[in-house]
């Protein structure tokens, strides 16, 4: 009679626990750089939407970006804390992206220019980090 020993199923079982083992952690890595990829690309053009809808005088209201971890959000108003909620545009990241530095823009009607500039730093667990400039004409430069 022909059949597997219990043996080599304990074996075979024990062979696709290691490899399973060793595809996790890469896997999870991938996926990391996979949302910081998402994420960078979704917030700057979040910048670009925002400051169109100010230069086009939208509602008569200067528009700007809330970035948070696990989302970004297009607002109408002078400040996130200010806004009319009613407008908001949530884009969901996520979770593993946690932003720091400029996390609120406001763009000034007609000009569309920032009223702050600097740099958002976008980063995740295991420590890759991409960074987005917002200058003073409100061009959005990141790697």
Request: cysteine-free; aromatic content about 8%.
């Given at each position: 009679?022909?059949?597997?020993?219990?043996?080599?199923?304990?074996?075979?079982?024990?062979?696709i626990?290691?490899?399973?083992?060793?595809?996790?952690?890469?896997?999870?890595?991938?996926?990391?750089?996979?949302?910081?990829?998402?994420?960078?690309?979704?917030?700057?053009?979040?910048?670009?939407?925002?400051?169109?809808?100010?230069?086009?005088?939208?509602?008569?209201?200067?528009?700007?970006?809330?970035?948070?971890?696990g989302?970004?959000?297009?607002?109408r108003?002078?400040?996130?804390?200010?806004?009319?909620?009613?407008?908001?545009?949530?884009?969901?990241?996520?979770?593993?992206?946690?932003?720091?530095?400029?996390?609120?823009?406001?763009?000034?009607?007609?000009?569309?220019?920032?009223?702050?500039?600097?740099?958002?730093?976008?980063?995740?667990?295991?420590?890759?980090?991409?960074?987005?400039?917002?200058?003073?004409?409100?061009?959005?430069?990141?790697?």
């Amino acid at each position: 009679m022909r059949g597997f020993t219990l043996i080599e199923v304990l074996l075979a079982v024990l062979l696709i626990g290691v490899l399973a083992s060793a595809a996790v952690p890469a896997f999870q890595s991938f996926q990391q750089r996979s949302d910081l990829a998402v994420a960078i690309d979704a917030v700057a053009q979040r910048y670009r939407r925002a400051q169109a809808l100010s230069r086009a005088v939208s509602g008569d209201s200067p528009w700007g970006v809330h970035v948070a971890t696990g989302s970004v959000i297009v607002f109408r108003g002078i400040s996130f804390a200010g806004r009319n909620a009613s407008y908001d545009e949530l884009v969901v990241l996520g979770r593993s992206v946690i932003p720091s530095g400029l996390t609120d823009v406001v763009f000034d009607p007609l000009t569309g220019r920032p009223r702050s500039t600097g740099v958002l730093t976008l980063e995740t667990s295991n420590g890759d980090t991409r960074f987005l400039t917002l200058n003073a004409q409100g061009t959005v430069l990141y790697d």
